[in-house]
């Protein structure tokens, strides 16, 4: 079974501070992963894909094959980035998407 | 471009009754996949549509079907609903079916209530 777990509901920072979302998955293939990212009162957009190899907005992400683990990391918070972020999983091949229960982050000023 | 539209924006239903979702997606984009987010959680995948065709299925019973339109619009409809149905349903629109293809732009969802 594919499975995506993000431990933590809720997680503060304050500005300035390095952020690190937690995402591990249990999945026996080739996965591709994702994080998803909803700002207050906006549509869940994308924020990276692990094939892209790309920082968006600050924020990275690498796969970690031998941790299962796929965790978004940003240097120095900014108050912005205070949104509501999924990590997802999809088969390489496939059409199904897993997502987790979701990070609320909240950068405190 | 508006992106993904879906409607209506809520809803509210009474437990048996059936019920009819739509989205239209992003222009330039021909494959809808339907996700269910209860309050708390992540989307959980219902289904994919691509070429009016269901091409993937997420571990939803029969009563939750669809359908896609040569336009590539698409709609869900749930039976028999139940009060554990109540959630926000959301549509997404990409270019191809594959994960490698170009992301998934999401709707603001249809908030669903069953009395």
């Known amino acids: 079974a594919q499975r995506v777990t993000q431990p933590e509901k809720l997680l503060s920072v304050f500005k300035g501070a390095p952020v690190e979302l937690k995402c591990n998955y249990s999945?026996?293939?080739?996965?591709?992963l994702f994080w998803y990212v909803q700002y207050s009162r906006q549509r869940l957009q994308l924020l990276l894909r692990?094939?892209s190899r790309e920082s968006i907005k600050g924020f990275t992400a690498d796969l970690n094959k031998g941790e299962t683990s796929f965790h978004l990391k940003k240097p120095f918070a900014q108050e912005e980035d205070s949104a509501m972020y999924y990590c997802?999983?999809?088969?390489?091949?496939?059409?199904?998407?897993?997502f987790g229960t979701g990070t609320s982050l909240t950068v405190i000023p | 471009d508006a992106g993904v539209t879906q409607s209506p924006t809520h809803l509210i239903k009474t437990r048996g009754q059936q019920v009819t979702l739509r989205c239209s997606p992003k222009s330039g984009h021909d494959t809808v996949s339907w996700y269910q987010q209860a309050l708390g959680q992540g989307p959980q995948f219902i289904f994919q549509?691509?070429?009016?065709?269901?091409?993937q299925r997420g571990n939803f019973p029969d009563r939750f079907s669809g359908h896609q339109f040569p336009n590539y619009s698409s709609e869900l409809n749930v039976n028999a609903l139940l009060l554990g149905d109540s959630a926000l349903y959301l549509c997404a629109s990409s270019l191809g079916t594959g994960p490698g293809n170009q992301p998934q732009h999401f709707g603001d969802g249809t908030r669903l209530s069953i009395l």
């Open positions: 692990h094939i």
């Open positions: 997802a999983l999809a088969w390489s091949t496939g059409n199904q998407f897993y």
């Open positions: 999945y026996s293939g080739s996965p591709e």
């Open positions: 549509y691509y070429e009016e065709e269901e091409r």
